[in-house]
């Protein structure tokens, strides 16, 4: 219904600041107060992190996800990634498209110890990386 649509919908005073976000009980619009709201955002689980930029890539007719950039202070630089790495496997998943790597990390949560394969120059390297919330300045 058009009522539905209005779900989680910010509430303003005549002053244009929030004081709740609408929702729906029992057939009837309530307002949840601005701050329950932020208790249960603060209170959701942080999505994991990794750092590094990727791009899609081939070699000998093969998929890959090669990385192209990492970020300063990231947990991809502390865990040894570098720029021109071929992910092979996440945590034990093969990854063979940027989807599948963002949907591996995605599965985790910050603090999670991941072992990542990746082929450097021809060598398979394997990396144990301890993944991180992102960093609120990115």
Avoid: C, K, N
């Avoid at 791009?55 to 998929?63: Q, T």
């Amino acid at each position: 219904t058009g009522d539905d649509a209005l779900e989680g919908a910010p509430v303003l005073d005549r002053s244009g600041r929030l004081v709740g976000l609408s929702s729906r009980q029992r057939g009837a619009t309530a307002l949840v107060p601005v701050w329950e709201a932020r208790t249960v955002i603060d209170e959701r689980p942080q999505p994991a992190w990794l750092g590094v930029g990727v791009s899609p890539g081939e070699r000998e007719g093969r998929s890959l996800v090669v990385v192209s950039e990492v970020t300063v202070d990231s947990p991809a630089l502390r865990g040894g990634l570098v720029v021109g790495d071929a992910v092979i496997t996440f945590a034990g998943e093969p990854i063979d498209t940027v989807a599948r790597l963002a949907r591996a990390i995605e599965t985790r949560r910050p603090g999670d110890v991941v072992l990542i394969e990746v082929d450097r120059g021809g060598e398979v390297v394997a990396l144990d990386v301890t993944l991180s919330e992102r960093p609120v300045s990115l």
